[in-house]
């Protein structure tokens, strides 16, 4: 399978732990994007990577989230002293150039309670 | 900043037709796509348009871009039960480092046997 890959598919986490989410994007894919899905809404933006730079963040990205893509493959997405409102699925994608069409992983759903 | 909207419930019956609407504000966008969301699971690229266009068809589905209005939509001939599922329509936005996907709320499809 060559598609977007995330891992774990689901996570259940007691509020105030730290969680981390991994993504494998497609191979030649170098534009990486995460995004946050709340229920009953569209997926929103959070933040892109081009190779192994982040070069956007949102401002939905608080102090406590922090992603990387270390050797510009796959990335990680980390939440520290996770919150009830942190509870989404986490969405992963990945482009190949500017214009060209971004390819989803199937997220994480992260449960906070 | 940019935004979409979608209606977000249509019920069909399986055979009739489909017609998924969504509008947009930003005129600035090349691409516009269509995910499909099944439950739990993460979105699936359906198909997309170039703004010069105004109609794209790809098997079942035909796309309708009405650039003046900033007015997309999606029709699907001949719904079956396998596409009920959550359709969203996404425009890119070009504000910052990134053309990031702006998401509408997705419209639930429900088709009836």
């Known amino acids: 399978d060559t598609g977007v890959s995330q891992n774990p598919r689901h996570k259940i986490t007691k509020r105030g732990q730290n969680v981390t989410f991994r993504c494998d994007p497609i191979s030649e894919h170098n534009r990486l994007y995460w995004y946050r899905q709340t229920l009953g809404q569209g997926p929103e933006f959070l933040t892109y990577f081009q190779n192994e730079a982040q070069l956007e963040k949102s401002r939905l990205l608080s102090d406590r989230f922090s992603a990387e893509r270390p050797k510009g493959s796959f990335s990680t997405l980390e939440i520290q002293r996770t919150e009830q409102g942190d509870s989404a699925m986490y969405l992963c994608a990945s482009s190949r150039r500017w214009e060209s069409e971004a390819f989803f992983g199937q997220g994480t759903r992260l449960t906070v309670v | 900043g940019e935004d979409v909207e979608q209606s977000l419930f249509l019920s069909v019956r399986e055979g009739d037709s489909s017609v998924i609407n969504c509008t947009y504000t930003?005129?600035?966008?090349?691409?516009l796509y269509w995910y499909k969301q099944e439950p739990g699971a993460g979105l699936q690229l359906l198909t997309y348009?170039?703004?010069?266009?105004d109609m794209k068809q790809d098997q079942r589905l035909t796309v309708l871009l009405n650039k003046k209005d900033k007015h997309l939509s999606l029709r699907i001939a001949d719904t079956q039960t396998g596409d009920s599922a959550i359709y969203f329509c996404a425009v890119p936005n070009y504000g910052g480092a990134t053309n990031k996907l702006i998401f509408g709320t997705g419209t639930l499809l429900a088709v009836q046997p």
């Open positions: 930003d005129s600035s966008s090349t691409y």
């Open positions: 348009i170039f703004s010069n266009m």
